[in-house]
């Protein structure tokens, strides 16, 4: 219920500071674990493309903000849990799991943390990659293009989910699931040019 009440306050928002386009939202499966895998280049990237599906998305976030206490209440409220970053956090990787063999959704944003766009892209972690493997969820790409200058324009496009397929009878190596996210990265990016 006050996911909801957040979700419809992000709603009002950015339609009054900003100039967003949502493209691709038929995407977006209604049921069945998923795994949203989203570009980073704002704090405001979840409450932006989040409040927009259909369904609860539950993200990792940077422990750091659960210490700002009107951002703890949102992003509790929006369903964040905490994450210490470059850890390998294992609470926060079986909060992951838990809640994707529960056949939710857990929004990830694979770069782990938000890219300048003069430096180029960001390395992204394979964590996604992993997820989506040990549970079977689909991974749905989401890429936000544009900037958060007030009543500029934004995009937000949802793109097709797939599926990661690992034929291999051994476990995916840690070069496997990088590969693996990075071709994830170059679909969100792609995105930009549909």
């Given at each position: 219920m006050f996911y909801r009440f957040v979700a419809n306050l992000c709603r009002i928002f950015f339609s009054i500071f900003f100039r967003v386009n949502y493209e691709g939202l038929e995407n977006v499966p209604e049921e069945g674990p998923l795994i949203v895998c989203c570009n980073h280049i704002s704090l405001l990237d979840m409450f932006l493309f989040a409040h927009r599906i259909p369904r609860k998305v539950y993200f990792m976030a940077k422990k750091e903000l659960f210490r700002i206490p009107l951002v703890n209440v949102i992003i509790k409220a929006l369903g964040a849990f905490p994450v210490n970053r470059g850890h390998g956090d294992l609470n926060a990787a079986k909060t992951t799991l838990q809640l994707l063999n529960e056949g939710k959704?857990?929004?990830?944003?694979?770069?782990?943390?938000?890219?300048?766009?003069?430096?180029?892209?960001?390395?992204?972690?394979?964590?996604?990659?992993?997820?989506?493997?040990?549970?079977?969820?689909?991974?749905?790409?989401?890429?936000?293009?544009?900037?958060?200058?007030?009543?500029?324009?934004?995009?937000?496009?949802?793109?097709?989910?797939?599926?990661?397929?690992?034929?291999?009878?051994?476990?995916?190596?840690?070069?496997?699931?990088?590969?693996?996210?990075?071709?994830?990265?170059?679909?969100i990016y792609s995105l930009e040019q549909e």
């Open positions: 959704a857990v929004g990830i944003f694979p770069e782990g943390t938000r890219r300048n766009k003069a430096k180029g892209r960001v390395r992204p972690k394979s964590g996604a990659a992993l997820f989506a493997l040990e549970s079977g969820a689909s991974i749905l790409p989401v890429g936000i293009f544009g900037n958060y200058r007030l009543f500029s324009k934004i995009r937000v496009v949802y793109g097709k989910p797939y599926k990661l397929v690992w034929e291999n009878s051994e476990k995916a190596s840690k070069s496997d699931l990088q590969d693996m996210v990075d071709e994830l990265m170059d679909k």
